[in-house]
Nanobody, 125 residues
């Protein structure tokens, strides 16, 4: 399973760091994706990282503001979010799957084996 944490309420321009802890599988062999779902909208891909952590991809609207990373020794992936905007508001989900197929398919969502319950991020003044 994967469990997200780190969400909260932040003002526009602020920062948050989300964490995703994996258990029951080897993080070093799994690519990680971060997704979000805004109220009334479909879930969308935000960022993805390969199993080794060497390659990353981002949704266009978060490029330059968000950074995905992973620490395989700690079984944890991160999403550092800077310069947050109200349109970044939503529930953020972490997902994991074996190998790097999901990285090649990003932002597709159907291939991930493990999904977390999500953590709420609200950007508002």
């Amino acid at each position: 399973q994967v469990v997200e944490s780190g969400g909260g309420l932040v003002q526009p321009g602020g920062s948050l760091r989300l964490a995703c802890v994996g258990s029951g599988f080897t993080m070093a062999y799994h690519a990680i994706g971060w997704f979000r779902q805004a109220p009334g909208k479909e879930r969308e891909g935000v960022a993805c990282i390969t199993a080794s952590g060497g390659l990353t991809k981002y949704e266009k609207s978060v490029e330059g503001r968000f950074t995905i990373s992973k620490d395989n020794s700690e079984r944890t992936a991160y999403l550092e979010m800077d310069d947050l905007k109200p349109e970044d508001t939503g529930v953020y989900f972490c997902a994991a799957d074996f190998g790097d197929r999901v990285y090649r398919l990003f932002p597709a969502q159907d291939e991930y084996k493990y999904w977390g319950q999500g953590t709420q991020v609200t950007v508002s003044s």
